[in-house]
């Protein structure tokens, strides 16, 4: 099993920048794929991002394409998410997850509690 804390959010202007972090509990993090989601009130959450367990492949959504970099550092269980160029339209809560499964997109076994990311027009 897996805990995840994440941290980094908060309130930015269109076209800033902000690095979410990660932390895993644990002595396997390098068995999960880690990925990153985030949700808007009354939407369904949606996938940001992902990393495989080596760091050596990633997957971004369209609308984060460019702008947001995904990486890990398996010595520090870690995971990270740095955004770029912000709008208004990533304003969310995001989310940290782990799966233990073998594709970005599919089932994610463990969740962070979220943290708020508000990008001010």
């Known amino acids: 099993q897996v805990q995840l804390v994440e941290s980094g959010g908060g309130l930015v202007q269109t076209g800033g920048s902000l690095r979410l972090s990660c932390a895993a509990s644990?002595?396997?993090?390098?068995?999960?794929?880690m990925g990153w989601f985030r949700q808007v009130p009354g939407k369904e959450r949606e996938f940001v991002s992902a990393?495989?367990?080596?760091?050596?492949?990633?997957d971004y959504a369209d609308s984060v394409k460019g702008r947001f970099t995904i990486s890990r550092v398996n010595a520090k269980n870690m995971v990270y998410l740095q955004m770029s160029s912000l709008k208004p339209e990533d304003t969310a809560v995001y989310y940290c997850?782990?799966?233990?499964?073998?594709?970005?997109?599919?089932?994610?076994?463990?969740w962070g509690q979220g943290t708020q990311v508000t990008v001010s027009s």
């Open positions: 990393i495989n367990r080596s760091g050596g492949s990633r």
């Open positions: 644990g002595r396997t993090f390098s068995s999960y794929i």
């Open positions: 997850a782990a799966a233990l499964g073998p594709t970005f997109r599919g089932k994610y076994d463990y």
